[in-house]
């Protein structure tokens, strides 16, 4: 079964510090993204990712630099960390030529004091 | 850009009746209409999908219609069951599929009263 996790998977950071999410996925999908959850927003894209070394904008991607060092592997980095960055994030991989089933993560819930 | 538009933001019914869950978008090339369903305190998963080649599509008891002249889409449950409550989410692909990218409306809460 596909397999996508998440780390942290809750974490309080301060206003103006740097925070690391981390993606790690066993579906060897090529495809992988970044979104974020905010009550009455759904979801937003906010970076991802077609080629390992290789990063794309989403629809929300200031405040926010995505990195991804191996096929399998996909982070969020937020260099600045401020209260309006408070939400739950979740990744996510397809397979998007065979097939276009996202396979999400359980989710990183990240408040910023 | 696509923009997504669930009509509805909660939904109640009763265990037993049918429930639907509408969604329009604004992206006449849009060619791909997922529905993915996020339980209480859970992640999301896929469950029913649609693309523009056809406009009505069923698995077990979950519908999906396409009406593409009017931009709309929609899940239809029918027989609803307790383990039917969740978020769910629709969501639209955009032009050319553009490269994996989806567009999810801002979801519905459906609530299954026995």
């Known amino acids: ?113 | 850009g696509e923009k997504v538009e669930q009509h509805e933001s909660t939904l109640s019914v009763r265990e037993g009746d049918s429930a639907v869950i509408n969604c329009t978008y604004t992206d006449t090339a849009s060619s791909y209409f997922p529905w993915y369903k996020q339980e209480a305190g859970k992640s999301l998963h896929f469950v029913i999908d649609i693309r523009s080649n056809v406009d009505r599509k069923q698995s077990q008891r979950l519908i999906v219609l396409l009406d593409k002249k009017a931009k709309r889409f929609s899940l239809h449950i029918t027989a609803t069951q307790p383990e039917d409550s969740a978020i769910y989410f629709c969501a639209a692909s955009g032009m050319n599929y553009n490269q994996g990218k989806l567009i999810f409306g801002q979801g519905t809460k459906l609530s299954i009263k026995p």
């Open chain 1, 1 to 113: 079964e596909a397999a996508v996790t998440q780390s942290p998977r809750s974490k309080v950071a301060v206003t103006g510090g740097k925070v690391t999410l981390s993606c790690h996925q066993t579906n060897n999908h090529d495809y992988m993204y970044w979104y974020r959850q905010d009550t009455g927003h759904g979801l937003r894209l906010i970076h991802y990712s077609y080629v390992a070394d290789s990063t794309e904008k989403g629809d929300i991607p200031d405040g926010y630099k995505a990195s991804r060092p191996s096929q399998e592997n996909f982070s969020l980095i937020l260099e600045l960390a401020s209260l309006s960055q408070t939400a739950v994030y979740f990744c996510a991989s397809s397979d998007w030529d065979s097939s276009y089933e996202q396979y999400f993560g359980p989710g990183t819930r990240l408040t910023v004091l």
